[in-house]
C-alpha cells in the first residue's frame, strides 16, 4: 500500500482526491501549503501530489525539498507553460485540472511504478510474464507489437504508431519509454488534433514576448519540455503544414526556434509519432509533407483492432470489468455467458475505448451479480463500420439499422448535418461550442463519421 501526500489549498478538490486514492488502496494525508506539507517529512512518504498554486510557496518549491521522493504537479489546463516549468524543474510529471479520474490514477500508478523499479523491483514491461503489463492480449498480432516494442524501445529511433482509434496507441508509447535510455526522463504526450491550429505551433515550440496579438510573455514549448527525454504526438496526421516543417528541422539538425526569435536552441528529442491515418497517401494529396513521413518512419508498429485480436477481447474485458466494479463499488460483478459471447462476437469499431464504455454501462445498469448483453448497450444489427467515409461498397449488400438504433442514428445525422451547413462560417472551437462539446469530442465524432475537417487557409507564424 503506497503513501501519498496531497497538498491542495482547496478543501472540495482535497477531499475528493483523497477518496478517490483510497478507494483504490493508497494511504493518503493532507496537506493545504508547502509549510504544511514539510512538517509531515514528505521525504517519509511515495508520492507527493501537489497543485502548483498554493498560498506562499507554490507547489514547485516541494519538488527539491521532497526529493528523491517524486512530486506530481497539478495545474489548471490554461496553465500548460506553468507544468512546462515544473517537468524542467524537476516534477516526475503533471496532470491537468479538472483532471480526468481514470487519467490520474494511470499517471500515479506509472509513477510509483517507476519509483519502484529504481528501488531493484522488476521494470514495467509490455509484453507476456510481467507482473504489471500495462497492455493485455497473447494473440499473434499483439506477440508481434511486444517483440517490436522491446527492440525498438532501445535503440533510440523515430517510431510511428498506426492503429485505429482506441487501440492504446498511447499504451505502446508509453512502453516504448519506459523500457528506453530515456525512461527517468520526461515523457510529454500531446494529441495534435485537440489543439487549435492556430496555437499548436506556439504549444510545440514556444514563443517569445510580442511574437503575435496576444503573446504577453514568452514560453516554453512542448518539444523543448522534452529535452533529454520523449516526445510523444499523437494524431500526427492532424499537424498543420507549417509546423510539419518546423518538426521536420528538430528530426534533422536537433534544432528549435521559438516563434518570433532568431536564435536556434538544441534539442535532443526522440520523437514517437501515432496516426489512424494513412500519412503516405495524405503525402500525395498535399495534406502531409513525404520528407517527414519518411523521417518519422523509421520504425513501425502496427496495432491490430479489437475485432482482430480473438480471445484478447474475453481477457481484456475482465481487467475493464474489474476496474468498472472497483470504480463503482459494484464488487461480484460478473459477466453472463450470453453477454460474453455478444463481447466476443461484437466487431468493436471503436476499440478497446468503446468496450471500456460498454462495460461501464453494463456495471451501471445491472441489476443482480450478473451483466447480460442488454445492460451493455450494443446493437444487435450489423454494426456501423468504424470508418463511413465514401466510397464504401462494403456497405452495398447491409440491412438497414435495427428500429433500436434510430435515435442514436438521428443525433449522428443532426450532428453530421449541423458540421456540414456551418463548417464554413465557424472555426472548430465555435462549432464545439455550439453543439455543446469539447473540441476534442468534436474532432472524435468526426474521425467516427467521416466527416473531413474544413482546412483553414495556411498562416505562416514563424
Known amino acids: 500500500m503506497s503513501r501519498i501526500l496531497i497538498v ?7 477531499s475528493a482526491l483523497k477518496r478517490l486514492l483510497e478507494r483504490h488502496d493508497h494511504r493518503v494525508s493532507e496537506a493545504g501549503s508547502v509549510a504544511e506539507a514539510l512538517a509531515l517529512e514528505p521525504q517519509g512518504f511515495d508520492l507527493v501530489i501537489s497543485d502548483l498554486r498554493l498560498p506562499g510557496e507554490p507547489g514547485t518549491e516541494l519538488i527539491a525539498r521532497a526529493a528523491p521522493v517524486p512530486v506530481l504537479i497539478m495545474t489548471s489546463y490554461a496553465s500548460m ?32 511504478h517507476r519509483q519502484a523499479s529504481q528501488q531493484g523491483e522488476p521494470p514495467d514491461i509490455a509484453e507476456p510474464g510481467g507482473t504489471r503489463q500495462p497492455m493485455i492480449g497473447n494473440c499473434p498480432a499483439m506477440q508481434v507489437v511486444y517483440t517490436r516494442i522491446r527492440k525498438a524501445a532501445p535503440a533510440d529511433v523515430t517510431v510511428l504508431i498506426q492503429g485505429e482509434s482506441g487501440t492504446g496507441k498511447e499504451l ?27 496555437l499548436i505551433e506556439s504549444e510545440l515550440f514556444g514563443h517569445e514576448k510580442g511574437a503575435f496579438t ?39 539538425e536537433g534544432e528549435i526556434r521559438k516563434i518570433g526569435s532568431v536564435e536556434t536552441r538544441h534539442v535532443d528529442v526522440r520523437l514517437i509519432a501515432a ?53 463503482h463499488e459494484r464488487d461480484g460483478l460478473r459477466l453472463s455467458r450470453a453477454a460474453r459471447r455478444t463481447i466476443r462476437d461484437y466487431p468493436w469499431p471503436g476499440n478497446v475505448r468503446e468496450l471500456e464504455n460498454a462495460l461501464e454501462r453494463g456495471v451501471i445498469l445491472a441489476e443482480g451479480h450478473l451483466i ?9 444489427a450489423t454494426p456501423l463500420p468504424s470508418k463511413p467515409a465514401p466510397p464504401a461498397p462494403a456497405l452495398a ?23 456540414l451547413e456551418h463548417q464554413d462560417q465557424m472555426s472548430e472551437t465555435e462549432l464545439a461550442q455550439k453543439l455543446g462539446i469539447s473540441r476534442k469530442c468534436l474532432w472524435e465524432r468526426r474521425q467516427r463519421l467521416g466527416i473531413p475537417r474544413k482546412k483553414s487557409p495556411r498562416r505562416s507564424t514563424g
Open 8 to 14: 491542495e489549498d482547496e478543501a472540495i478538490i482535497r
Open 81 to 112: 507553460r506553468s507544468a512546462v516549468e515544473a517537468l524542467k524543474l524537476g516534477a516526475v510529471d503533471y496532470v491537468a485540472k479538472p483532471f480526468d479520474h481514470d487519467e490520474l490514477l494511470e499517471t500515479v500508478a506509472r509513477v510509483l
Open 172 to 198: 505502446v508509447a508509453r512502453a516504448l519509454h519506459q523500457q528506453s535510455r530515456r525512461a527517468q526522463a520526461p515523457l510529454v504526450c500531446v494529441n495534435c488534433a485537440a489543439i487549435p491550429e492556430t
Open 214 to 252: 496576444g503573446a504577453s510573455a514568452a514560453r516554453t514549448g512542448l518539444v523543448e519540455a522534452a529535452d533529454g527525454g520523449t516526445l510523444f504526438l499523437d494524431e500526427i496526421g492532424e499537424l498543420p503544414l507549417d509546423a510539419q516543417a518546423r518538426l521536420l528541422r528538430v528530426l534533422q
Open 275 to 327: 496516426t489512424h491515418r494513412d500519412l503516405q497517401s495524405l503525402s500525395k494529396t498535399g495534406e502531409f509533407r513525404l520528407d517527414l513521413y519518411y523521417r518519422l518512419n523509421v520504425m513501425q508498429i502496427d496495432l491490430p483492432a479489437l475485432r482482430e485480436r480473438e480471445d484478447d477481447i474475453l481477457e481484456i474485458a475482465d481487467v475493464l470489468l474489474e476496474k468498472a466494479c472497483r470504480r
Open 372 to 380: 447480460h448483453p442488454d445492460d451493455l448497450g450494443l446493437a444487435p
Open 397 to 419: 449488400g447491409q440491412a438497414e439499422p435495427e428500429s433500436g438504433e434510430d435515435e442514436d442514428l438521428s443525433l449522428e445525422d443532426y450532428f453530421q448535418h449541423f458540421v
